[in-house]
Structure formats: C-alpha cells, structure tokens
C-alpha cells in the first residue's frame, strides 16, 4: 500500500470506526430481539398458568413459574376418552424414523456420489446435470402417484413410505456429497489403486473416513428433515398410535373447548428442544454444509 | 481403537432394531377373543364421555365384539386419507351433510342389507333425520347425535332495553324491530346488539331457507342458489350491514371471545338473540351460570319467519352426526352390530343424554324428557318433525356449494356485493361445479367402475 | 479398453440405488402424473380416461386462480424481503464485531424450528387479542394516534388482526417466512467471505463510501450466490404449504391465505379428486421451470462468476 493509501486507512480509523462498530452493535441487538423473542415467549407461556397465559398486558417473566406445566403436556389428560395424549409413543415414533432415514441417506447417497465423484464413466456429466434438475421438481407433482404406488403396495399406514426412499438416494445429498468427494486428492485413490484396493476397498477406507464431516453434515439435515416432517405423516400415516411428534402435536388444538395455551406451549417446546440442542453441539457441521451447498452451487 | 471397531456393527445393529420396531408398531395383533373393532369419533370432554359410555356398555353386554374407541381430530380428512389407504376403521363418525359425497366417492358401504336383518326401519327415526343418510336410494349412514336450531335470546337483555322478556319475535319483521331497540351504543361503537346474522354465522349458507327459497331442486338435481327467496334473505342480511356499518360490526364482532369461554357474544350479553343449535343449553350451563340461576334468563323458541310466509313458521334446520362403516373395513358386521346398539332405544337416549341433544328416534322414553336438564328440549325434538324443516341438499358437491353459499354470504354482509350479483355468481359457479361433477360420475358409471 | 469397462460396471453398482430411485421416485411418478392429469381418478378406484377435462376445468375454476394468484403474490412479497434481510443481516455478522458466533447462532436457530410447533407458536404471537406482537405495538399505535392529533387527525390506529383479517394473513405469513431466513443468511455469509479483500481495498482507493462499495462490490461478487438463493426461494415459496394448512384452515379469511399446494392436497385427499390434483401439479412445473429459466436469464446479464 502507498502511503497516502495508508494515511486514508488512518482517516478511517478512530472516531468514525468506533461510531460505526456501535451501530453496528445496536442493529444486531435490536434484529437478535426480534429473531429471538418468539422463543422467549414461547418458553414464557409454557410456565405459566392458564389464565395467566392469556392475560394482556403480557408479562415476560411467569409468577409463579409453573414447571409442572411440562409434565403436564408430557401426560395431557384433556381427551378422556382415549386417554392421554402419548407423547412418548410419538416421540419414540420419531426416533425410530429418524435412524432409519439417516442411516438410509449416509449410505445410499455415498456410494452414489462416489460413483459421481471419483468413477469415470461415460455419460456421467449428464447424469449428474440431470440429477441436479430433478431438485426442481416439486414435490406436489409426484405425491398422488407415489401415493398411488404406495397404496397398491399395500404400505399405506406402515410406517415404509417414510424412509424406504431414503435408501435410495435424493438429488440433494447426493451433490453435496459429491462436491465434497471431489476436493479428496485423487493421489490418494491412485496410491491404493497401485497396492491392489478394489474400488470398494477404496471407497471405505480411503474417501469415506476422511469425509466424515461432509456425511454428519448430511446425517443432520437428514435427521432435521424428518423430525420436521408434516407432509408424509399426514398422508401416509392411518392410526394415531403411529403418529410422529410433529403431527401429534394437533392433538392439543382443541377444536370445540379453549386450547391451553401454556401446555400446547410447553409442548412445543419440547418438540423443538431436541434440534436446537444438536444445533449447539454440531454447529460447525451445519455451517459448513449450508456454505458448501450455496457456494458451489 | 476397540471402540472404533466397535462402532460400525453397533450402528448397523441400532439400524436394523430400529427397522424391526417400525414393522411391529402399525401392525394390528388378532388376538384370541372377541372380534375387537375401530370406531374413530370426532368428540372429546362430556360429549366423548357420552359415547364412551355407550360403548363401554355395549362391551359389556356381550363377548363376540370390543369395540376400541378413538377420538380423532379433523375426523373426516383422516377417515377419508384411511379409505384411500385402503386401511380405515370399521366404524367411523362423519357429518351428515356430506354422506351424498362419501357416497359418490364410494368411501362408505351401504347399509340397506344390514338395516333388513336388524329391522331397522325409517319409521323408527324421526323422518328427517333418517333422511339424512338415505342418498340415491340406499342407506349410507344412519344418525348418531341429532341436531337442530331455535332462536335463542337473553331475557334480561331484553328487560335492560325496556321490553316484555316473555314477548319474543315471531316474525322477522318484529326481530328486525326488536334488534333496533336493544342495540347501544359506546363512544360511538356498538357496545351491544340486538340480533346480528353473521353470529355465529353457522348456518349463513341457508338464510335463503328462513324465507322458503331452497338450493336445490330436487327434481330436476338443479342449483337454485339465486332463486327470489334466496336473493329476498340475502337482502335482508344487508340491511343489517347497512344499517350498522360493515366496519362496526367487523370491529364489534372481531371483540368477540371464544366460542367456548365465558366471552362468547351470546353468553357474555354482547348479543341478545341469536340462531343456535341444541348444544347452546351446555355452554350457557358451563360459562354463563347466571343466565339459568336463580332465575332461567334465557329461551328458546322457533325461528321467526318473514310476516307475509306463515306458512314457514316452525323453521329449523335439521343436521346430525352420523355413523358409517367405511369403504374396506375389516369387519363390517361387527361394526354394524355396535350401529344397531346405538340406534336402539336405549344406546341412543344413552348417547343423547349424555350429549344433553334430543333423540332422532321417533319413540322416545318419558323419563328421557322429565330427567333432560336442558328445558326447552322438548322444543328441539318436535321443531325436527314440522314439515318447514329444512336440511342441507344431498349432493356430493355439497362442500363445495356451502364454501361458495358462506364466501357469498361475506360478501354480502361486507357490503362488497349486492345480494343478486353474490349469488348470481354462485348460481353459475356452483351449476358448472356441478354439470361438470354429473358428467364426471357419468363417466365413471359407463366405465363400470 | 478392459480396465474403463470394468470402471463402468463399478459405476453403475455404485449408482444403482440411485437409478432405481431415480426411476421409481422421480421418472414413474411424472410420467404417471400426466397420465392420471388426463383421468377422473379416485384412488378408490381405478383411473377413467377423461381426455382434457381437467385441464379445462382448470382454466375455469376460480379457486384454482385464486390459489395461484396467493401464491405468486406471496412469493413476489418474500423473496425480496427474505433476500434483503438475510443479505443484511450476512454483512452485519462479516464485519467481524465481537460475538459474531453468537448473532450467528440466533439467527439461525428459528429457521430449525419445525413446522407443526412453529405454525402452533405463530397462532400464539400473532393472536389479535392475546398475542404479543399486537401487545406491543398497541401501545405505540396509541401514541401515534395520540401525537397524529396534534396535527388535526383523528385516526384511532388498531393493532390489525393478523389472522382474521384477509388483508393481513399474508404479511403474516412473509414476516414468519423472514424468522426463518438464517439457512439463506449462512450462505451469503460464506458468499461474503468468499469476496476477494484487494476488491474492498481498491475501492476505497477511489474513495468508495459504503453503499458504493456494496453496490460495486459486495453485490456483484455476491450475484452467483444470489442466484442460487433466489431459485431455491423460488421454488420454495411455490411449495408453501404446512404452516398456512395448520394456521388458516380451508384458507381463511376470504380464501387469501389458500395457498396452491393446500388446494392440491385439498382437491387430491378432501375432494378426492387426484386427477385434478395432477393436472394442478403439473401445471406448477411448468411454472417453476419457468420461473427458474427466467432468472438464469435475468442472471445472464447480471451475475459474475469468478474474481474479475
């Protein structure tokens, strides 16, 4: 830099820069409240109690703090005639479906993005291209006839057309993991090519290892897409003793009596508990993959 | 590094519990023992308390059939989603109004076969609520808990304007009167109403019915949503708008609280006359106890009709809840056994008791009456049997027409459109909805399908 | 010769799950679409060839374009809006103040939430009567009414009734869909940090102000990552479909919250109606192909790849 470049940089500093760094500092403040204060609120309610949650002006902080409310909504007693709501079942519905879809989308999509990634074969480039375009599709134009499918299989009401497809491969893994593959070296493939390694040998102990943080980053979005999941359990779940944690939750709209704000809200928050806490212990994974994604996109 | 060896074929092994448990948890075990049934009912609180016990008794009478009870939300998306599943229950309880399009789809059974062998008969029911269920000349449902309207209205608001509380409206003309002379008014917004026909609002697609339009022909399977009469009651809707002030009543209703809380506009004094079902009596028990003690506060007494039609006197609208045995189900003599129970006698007045409504049947017991808490259900029970009464049309675009009937009624009762053009629109709308659903059923027919 | 061949076999059992996916997922349910667009189906029973029926049904029905007109009007209100708070909010964070990790993760935290206990929440906030957003700006509309009659206006501004008001259900729903614009404000973060400092520099050289530098800067180096948002977005607001379906049931008030996607299920599992409901999905398609081919088009001119 020149000096008088420098001397600009000098004028940049010190009073206009501090000046700068506080509004900068309000603006985030002010854009955090407003981004966090439907959680707060949310926790809010769900420890008060019922009429107390309804009361305008509202009060940010419950007296008295009403944990109970949790066990409460864990054990809703409103419907008496089948009894309580069950939350667990619903949570362990979830669970379930969740290590089936996860596991089916790390291992299906890593074998067909190696195929992608580190194989040379004819036509692969159009291939990929055309698997990139299927991301276009909405889901809406193929839900009545994959609903069809399943029907005529006999799997509506199972709980198989949740996570049978995610052996199979989605358009979305697959080009994250294959953007991933390709910054491995291929000095290492050629290594363990020369030592006499089939290329599944390859593929397992070689690529697969060193991308551990691009397959957690689509085990998380996996999981997440599950646990969040509203669509499929609608239409392809029948018996309520079926239903994952994301549709259950209707059960607390009451539709003829007042809903009870503060356990529906407690309950709530215990659906949502689960994600923000992986959040925090995989923050990294999910960074990395959303700009992965974004950038070579 | 044992760990890391470990880890794999731990993994694979959580994997496949996981897929295991996800075939086990939807499958249905046939155990030895009675046949057990699924009934999905819509109801919760005292009125699910009601058919808990219906169903609790049938089980115990007998050891062929246990029926397992559900109460399920959004009843009939589910119910329909299970039939097209091709896995539903063998009992479901659907609304009435729409056993013409369950029909249609062919999403429930007929029922004539089991009616013959169970003896069951119109002349056992209340000739309209059998009708209900009676679409293209078979049985698709047959009532659970019967429904029907009266003009409810607060004494002591009628007291607080100055008027005799036992002198109710018996025309439209004397409603449209007596609304005027209850209504206030606090700084410059109405603090309270006299009669408004948007609340509740529940029956805005048949206004046309309090003035003797209807909207279908039954003979030639028309629409005749904008017939005189109809256009006549969509009129009179806008007069209350023009009257107040679409803004004001927006504003006014918009204060209104939940229906089921002590802030209801009824029950809360907020409005003083209103068409309401038999169901009103629970929620004035429960949220306004001072309208019934020490002194009953509040009536019931038939709709009033417009003064130049007497012979529409005695109006009600007529609906129920109904019980089917879906398209598929596993057991569908079972599930007509537990019906029969429901309709007999005593599983009925069981059921009605409970829910504190009338019987839809047409012998009822003495003591149903003298015991029933509510004290105008005598009214509720005979209104159903004049031949004014009015239910809604039996087509399988039924859900549709209504959408289109309440969509008008907005408009309308929003000053956004006369009354003609509202339902002009719907009279063309709703006649190519339905040309174009005939010729679809055609079709489906002439494919043998 | 031998060895490529061999490599194609490993390939294609590599690829295999994929191509049974692929075809069984994607190709048979398209085809099969179109097929059944031109049907009277029911699910119930099988489907009954109707020709061109309901397609021109379609062009009739006005709650078919109803639902479109919704949707496009939402999503030509929360792609901008979306796109400038997350792009605002990613220059915010990548000026390296202090606890950037920490703004980052609150503002990334509420696009996780997922879609059933959100949509309950927001029927919590945006209650007319008991929710806290009308709670607090209540109070400041009264001052402002109260200061607008010093200059002789007599207006009583009421907090406006988000749900049952048909004017406001959609600003509702954007507002909502902005809560969760922390997915899109990662990537443009990682977009920012991608841009080459000297560029910055050099444009300080000149005597570059901010908003002339992130106009001639930030913005152009920023377009490739734009664009990809802005097609996701696209797509994605087409699609709109759990929060309105719990939130605004049969698309009340008025219908303006009845969205495509809820009158697609609505006319494939409500009416029973699936051929329609095909004809209604191909139709979307068609649109977002569209959509998609115009901005690449629109990009052409106005994105740049690579540092220049």
């Known amino acids: ?297 | 590094m044992d760990f890391r060896k470990l880890g794999l074929p731990a993994l694979a092994l959580v994997v496949v519990w996981a897929a295991y448990k996800s075939e086990q948890i939807p499958r249905i075990e046939q155990k030895p023992g009675p046949v057990h049934i699924t009934y999905w009912e819509k109801w919760t609180e005292f009125e699910g308390d009601a058919i808990k016990a219906v169903v609790d008794r049938y089980n115990s009478r007998q050891n062929r059939i246990h029926v397992d009870l559900l109460s399920v939300s959004d009843i009939e998306k589910k119910t329909l989603l299970a039939v097209s599943g091709g896995n539903p229950p063998d009992v479901a309880g659907l609304y009435g109004p729409n056993v013409a399009q369950y029909a249609d789809d062919s999403a429930v059974m007929p029922l004539d076969d089991f009616c013959k062998s169970y003896h069951i008969t119109r002349d056992d029911y209340i000739p309209v609520y059998f009708d209900i269920g009676f679409y293209n000349n078979h049985i698709y449902s047959l009532p659970s808990a019967p429904a029907s309207t009266a003009l409810h209205y607060n004494k002591q608001m009628f007291r607080d304007a100055g008027l005799d509380p036992e002198k109710y409206p018996t025309t439209i003309e004397e409603l449209d009167a007596l609304a005027d002379k209850i209504v206030t008014r606090k700084n410059g917004h109405i603090d309270r109403s006299g009669f408004m026909p948007a609340e509740p609002g529940w029956w805005n697609w048949g206004w046309g019915c309090v003035f003797g339009g209807k909207l279908w022909d039954v003979k030639t399977g028309k629409v005749t949503a904008n017939s005189p009469e109809n256009v006549r009651a969509y009129n009179w809707v806008r007069t209350y708008t023009d009257k107040y002030g679409a803004g004001e009543l927006s504003t006014f209703r918009s204060g209104f609280g939940n229906f089921s809380s002590p802030q209801n506009a009824f029950l809360s004094s907020k409005v003083a006359m209103e068409l309401q079902g038999v169901w009103m009596y629970n929620f004035i028990d429960q949220y306004a106890p001072s309208l019934e003690k020490p002194v009953l506060n509040w009536a019931a007494v038939p709709f009033p009709h417009p003064a130049d039609r007497p012979d529409l006197a005695n109006m009600t609208f007529a609906d129920e809840d109904v019980l089917v045995i879906p398209r598929g189900a596993r057991h569908p003599k079972e599930a007509f056994d537990f019906i029969s129970y429901v309709e007999s006698q005593e599983g009925m007045e069981l059921l009605c008791m409970g829910q504190r409504k009338h019987s839809p049947l047409s012998h009822v017991s003495d003591t149903f009456y003298s015991k029933h808490p509510n004290p105008y259900i005598k009214l509720f029970a005979d209104l159903p049997k004049s031949p004014t009464v009015v239910s809604p049309p039996k087509t399988g675009i039924w859900p549709e027409y209504q959408a289109e009937m309440v969509a008008a009624f907005e408009q309308v009762s929003l000053g956004k459109k006369t009354a003609k053009e509202a339902l002009d629109y719907v009279q063309n709308r709703v006649t190519m909805i339905n040309d174009d659903y005939q010729a679809q059923l055609k079709a489906r027919r002439e494919a043998g399908k | 010769m031998k060895a490529s061949r061999k490599e194609a076999l490993t390939a294609l059992v590599f690829v295999s799950p994929w191509i049974i996916g692929f075809t069984l997922f994607l190709l048979y349910p398209l085809l099969a679409s179109v097929y059944y667009s031109f049907c009277n189906y029911s699910v119930l029973k099988p489907p009954v060839w109707v020709g061109l029926a309901n397609y021109r049904n379609l062009i009739r029905d006005d709650v078919f374009r109803d639902s479109l007109v919704n949707t496009l009007v939402y999503a030509a209100m929360a792609l901008p809006t979306g796109m400038a708070v997350a792009i605002g909010l990613a220059m915010m964070l990548n000026a390296k103040v202090k606890g950037q990790t920490f703004y980052r993760t609150i503002f990334y935290v509420p696009s996780l939430v997922p879609g059933v206990p959100l949509a309950v929440l927001w029927l919590w906030v945006f209650s007319g009567k008991q929710g806290i957003i009308n709670a607090v700006i209540q109070p400041w509309l009264d001052a402002l009414s109260r200061a607008l009659v010093h200059l002789h206006l007599h207006v009583t501004l009421t907090a406006p009734q988000w749900l049952t008001n048909a004017t406001w259900a959609k600003p509702a729903l954007v507002l909502m869909s902005v809560w969760g614009a922390g997915n899109a404000m990662l990537i443009y973060l990682a977009g920012l940090q991608d841009v080459p400092q000297h560029l910055y520099e050099a444009a300080e050289l000149d005597g570059a102000g901010w908003w002339s530098k992130t106009w001639n800067v930030t913005l152009p180096m920023l377009s490739p990552v734009i664009l990809f948002n802005g097609v996701m977005g696209i797509i994605g607001a087409l699609q709109i479909f759990t929060i309105p379906y719990i939130m605004f049931p049969g698309g009340s008030p008025a219908r303006s919250t009845y969205f495509y996607a809820m009158y697609l299920y609505d006319n494939a599992f409500l009416y029973l109606k699936m051929g329609y409901a095909c004809a209604m999905g191909w139709i979307m398609f068609v649109i977002t192909v569209a959509l998609t081919v115009f901005a690449l088009k629109l990009s052409s001119r106005h994105v740049h790849y690579g540092g220049s």
Request: hydrophobic share 55%; charged share 10%.
């Open chain 1, 1 to 297: 830099m020149t000096t008088s470049a420098q001397g600009r940089q000098k004028k940049y500093s010190g009073a206009g820069r501090q000046r700068n760094a506080w509004l900068l500092h309000l603006f985030l403040l002010l854009a955090s409240v407003l981004f966090l204060f439907p959680l707060v609120w949310l926790i809010s309610t769900s420890l008060k109690q019922v009429n107390q949650a309804m009361q305008m002006p509202p009060t940010w902080i419950p007296k008295p703090i009403v944990w109970h409310n949790y066990y409460k909504a864990f054990h809703y007693h409103e419907n008496r005639v089948t009894g309580e709501i069950p939350f667990l079942e619903y949570a362990r519905n979830t669970v379930i479906l969740a290590i089936l879809t996860v596991a089916g989308a790390v291992c299906s999509n890593a074998l067909v993005a190696y195929a992608f990634a580190r194989l040379r074969w004819k036509g692969r480039d159009v291939a990929f291209a055309l698997t990139i375009a299927t991301m276009m599709v909405p889901f809406p134009v193929t839900m009545v006839p994959i609903y069809a499918l399943y029907k005529n299989l006999g799997w509506i009401g199972t709980f198989r057309p949740l996570w049978v497809g995610f052996w199979f491969g989605g358009a979305f893994n697959i080009f994250l993991l294959r953007q991933f593959f390709r910054t491995i070296p291929f000095e290492l493939s050629e290594a363990a090519k020369i030592d006499g390694c089939s290329e599944f040998e390859i593929f397992r102990l070689v690529v697969l290892p060193l991308a551990k943080p691009a397959l957690s980053v689509v085990a998380l979005f996996t999981f997440l897409g599950t646990w969040n999941d509203f669509l499929g359990p609608l239409i392809y779940l029948v018996d309520p003793k079926t239903f994952t944690l994301g549709l259950g939750l209707q059960a607390f709209q009451n539709q003829h009596g007042g809903t009870p704000w503060n356990l529906m809200m407690a309950a709530t928050a215990m659906v949502i508990a689960p994600v923000i806490i992986l959040f925090f212990f995989a923050q990294k994974q999910f960074i990395q993959g959303i700009a992965v994604t974004g950038l070579k996109g």
